[in-house]
């Protein structure tokens, strides 16, 4: 169980100082992208803070959004729209990694290994945490199930606290699609952008006009693959072909046409929903979002030398690679953070307090999977011509079980971002669009397919025994569905079936290589 377990969870060890873990990863850091990201999740945590508020009223607890209280906070979310700083970064970190991978070993299926264990193991540890607590104070203290938002709607406490989960899963979600958005960006870069805009407007169209509720739903994935793309052309170079004036204009048209708009209509245009309100630019995405996103992406390119002076600066830099070294620690926590805060009346002015803290106990999990990817990931100079790939062995049953095992891992965080885990029972089946799940089979198919997803790569000796494993998990996830529901719908009795098949075709093939060898 322990060499199980090893595959994906960094081991606990004595926690080094913050120091000599900033040595090891700064030199060879692109200052400005890391920037990006850590600018993009502070403006979130920022998002929160400021434009959320909780009250306690009567015995019922109330979350507020204060853009719908007060519009004139709205123009404010037009600048602090982190999450499109986030993606714009993780393009570019993305397609580095994906050459990388190329370029040192033609084995492109590693790219999404790494991918997915760079931010794994500091999700699995908040989800565990976050269970914990919220269970044991359930049963002690007289502690909501739900929370009441602005619409008069109910929400569960555990999918207001697990928020932060549709971050990880949209960019799950983009990372599977890398292979397919770099090569059709290698091909033709401005028409591939050009056809995932004109996409997203038009959808966005279809659906506000002809009430075509379900279409929309493509807009999670085609505007974040936008903004996504857009970190491509930083990685080529093709951005700093643009004086700053060019992004100038952009940014100023951007933010033009949406004080137009917020001028002449009522149309609710703020970009930090949290998902409270039925009427949102975020939940999907729509062309106002992607707007202020362009606009906010243009105005960092504007100050981009200004930024990366600042960066030069050793105390600054500093303190943004510890930051950076512990991100995904500080965004996981930053909801529930804001949460406990606020049902147990304590003053904000500790936030910061609480939020080193969490950092030092869990942010060990981010920081060693930090070094493990570190390593992986040659970066280059973006005005270099890219490496051409080598020749070599590349296995298409490989990275089809990698692409395979990030779907299970991206299925299970999605079922756990709507539902949560525990309060409303174990086994209580939710709805996940056309699938349906529990938070039971939610953790057997992440334990999978992070299993899977390693053992192409750091154990293949125990490829066939977790093979097997996952046979079983497949098979007992059914049998415990038939026993609590009496049915299984068609869809995922064919994609069980599938799996399953599909696992038992490798453990042929794994042994067949083996007799021939």
Same mark, same amino acid.
């Given at each position: ?46 998002? &929160? *803070?400021?434009? =959320?508020? $909780? ?6 607890? +109330?979350?507020? /959004? @204060? ?124 028409? &591939? *952008?050009?056809? =995932?805009? $004109? ?6 169209? +279809?659906?506000? /006009? @002809? ?307």
């Amino acid at each position: 169980m322990k060499q199980f377990i090893n595959l994906f969870f960094p081991s606990v060890k004595s926690f080094k100082s913050a120091s000599k873990e900033v040595i090891k990863t700064s030199n060879s850091r692109i200052r400005y992208i890391d920037f990006l990201k850590v600018s993009g999740l502070l403006l979130i945590i920022f998002n &929160t *803070l400021f434009f =959320l508020n $909780f009250e306690k009223s009567s015995g019922e607890f +109330i979350i507020y /959004n @204060l853009t719908v209280i007060d519009n004139s906070l709205t123009p404010i979310t037009w600048v602090t729209a982190g999450m499109a700083l986030f993606f714009f970064s993780t393009g570019f970190t993305n397609k580095i990694a994906w050459y990388s991978n190329v370029g040192r070993d033609g084995s492109q299926w590693k790219f999404l290994t790494d991918r997915v264990d760079s931010l794994m193991g500091s999700v699995l540890v908040w989800i565990f945490f976050i269970t914990l607590s919220l269970n044991i104070l359930s049963k002690y203290i007289y502690f909501p199930l739900y929370i009441t938002n602005q619409e008069d709607g109910i929400l569960t406490v555990t999918e207001f606290i697990m928020w932060p989960l549709w971050l990880v899963s949209i960019y799950l979600a983009v990372v599977l699609f890398c292979p397919l958005t770099i090569y059709l960006h290698k091909k033709n870069p401005y028409l &591939t *952008l050009s056809l =995932l805009i $004109f996409s997203l407007v038009l959808i966005d169209n +279809i659906e506000f /006009n @002809l009430s075509l509720s379900y279409i929309k739903l493509f807009n999670y994935l085609l505007f974040w693959l936008t903004v996504h793309q857009l970190g491509y052309f930083y990685a080529d170079g093709k951005i700093f072909t643009y004086n700053k004036t060019v992004f100038a204009v952009i940014a100023a048209f951007s933010y033009s046409y949406l004080t137009y708009i917020f001028t002449t209509s009522n149309q609710y245009l703020s970009v930090a929903n949290y998902r409270l309100l039925s009427f949102s630019n975020e939940d999907p995405p729509t062309s106002i979002y992607l707007v202020a996103s362009i606009g906010l992406i243009s105005l960092f390119l504007v100050f981009r030398v200004q930024f990366e002076n600042l960066m030069n600066n050793k105390t600054i830099w500093f303190i943004f690679s510890i930051i950076h070294s512990n991100i995904y620690t500080l965004f996981l926590w930053h909801i529930a953070i804001f949460f406990f805060l606020s049902y147990f009346s304590i003053s904000y002015i500790l936030y910061p307090l609480i939020a080193i803290t969490a950092i030092i106990i869990f942010g060990n999990y981010e920081r060693n999977t930090f070094r493990l990817s570190r390593s992986l990931i040659k970066r280059v100079n973006p005005l270099q011509p890219w490496p051409t790939p080598i020749k070599a062995r590349l296995s298409y049953s490989s990275f089809l079980l990698a692409w395979v095992s990030s779907i299970l891992v991206l299925i299970g965080i999605f079922q756990i971002t709507l539902g949560g885990v525990g309060l409303s029972g174990f086994f209580s089946l939710r709805q996940l669009y056309v699938l349906s799940g529990n938070t039971f089979e939610a953790f057997i198919r992440i334990v999978v397919g992070l299993l899977l997803l390693n053992v192409t790569i750091r154990r293949k000796d125990l490829k066939n025994q977790i093979l097997i494993f996952a046979i079983f998990s497949q098979a007992l996830t059914m049998v415990v569905r038939l026993q609590l529901y009496n049915t299984i719908p068609s869809l995922e009795l064919y994609s069980g079936i599938f799996l399953v098949c599909f696992y038992l075709i490798l453990i042929f093939n794994n042994r067949n290589y083996k007799s021939l060898a």
